[in-house]
T-cell receptor, first 114, second 119 residues
Framework: DQQVKQNSPSLSVQEGRISILNCDYT??????FLWYKKYPAEGPTFLIS?????DKNEDGRFTVFLNKSAKHLSLHIVPSQPGDSAVYFC?????????????FGRGTSLIVHP | GAVVSQHPSWVICKSGTSVKIECRSL??????MFWYRQFPKQSLMLMAT?????????EQGVEKDKFLINHASLTLSTLTVTSAHPEDSSFYIC???????????????FGNGTRLTVT
């Protein structure tokens, strides 16, 4: 049973437009969420995160929105650039137990067309 | 900073042989390292958590005798796939967390992964 779901395996966007990547989770105990970006043949790199006590976190062109009641978060990239083309993984962390090991979604492949 | 080096990046081996994958944190000490496996179009599945100086903690369904993990120092963890079979072919990725960074908001630093193909 997947606790973190990224239902769109791929997304195609034109350069300059907004990219919106969605993520849903089932475990209401998750209290920290992260987005990772992965290029082919490379490991994921941390992009942006948000605590469950917030509903928005912004870092340059990247903004993550969290809707706790809906158990939904989204990553907005604006304006999108061709270099943003990558696979984006949503991850959620459970604070209890102290290990804070993230649970990952399956990823969404973003393609930004020039 | 926070570079994790994983070696080899790809390996092809014959069925029945063993393969060792190394994961090094180059510019920080990592008390905890994680080993993930990724199937095509699937999420990163946690295989085990490796703590320096102690036995690894394996996730349910992961055979500890098949996937041997050693974390002998604060900068090195190894995963050995023993008696590999074609079904072990996958993409294996290690990640590390900075020493002292065991908090909910400390992201993992990933290696570039190892593509294992067992023929």
């Amino acid at each position: 049973d997947q606790q973190v779901k990224q239902n769109s395996p791929s997304l195609s966007v034109q350069e300059g437009r907004i990219s919106i990547l969605n993520c849903d989770y089932t475990n209401s105990m998750f209290d920290y969420f992260l987005w990772y970006k992965k290029y082919p043949a490379e490991g994921p790199t941390f992009l942006i995160s948000i605590s469950s006590i917030k509903d928005k976190n912004e870092d340059g062109r990247f903004t993550v929105f969290l809707n706790k009641s809906a158990k939904h978060l989204s990553l907005h990239i604006v304006p999108s650039q061709p270099g943003d083309s990558a696979v984006y993984f949503c991850a959620a962390t459970l604070a209890s137990g102290g290990s804070y090991i993230p649970t990952f979604g399956r990823g969404t492949s973003l393609i930004v067309h020039p | 900073g926070a570079v994790v080096s994983q070696h080899p990046s790809w390996v092809i081996c014959k069925s029945g042989t063993s393969v060792k994958i190394e994961c090094r944190s180059l510019d920080f000490q990592a008390t905890t390292m994680f080993w993930y496996r990724q199937f095509p179009k699937q999420s990163l599945m946690l295989m085990a958590t490796s703590n320096e100086g102690s036995k690894a903690t394996y996730e349910q369904g992961v055979e500890k005798d098949k996937f041997l993990i050693n974390h002998a120092s604060l900068t090195l963890s190894t995963l050995t796939v023993t008696s590999a079979h074609p079904e072990d072919s996958s993409f294996y990725i290690c990640s590390a967390r900075r020493r002292g960074g065991v908090t909910y908001n400390s992201p993992l630093h990933f290696g570039n992964g190892t593509r294992l193909t067992v023929t």
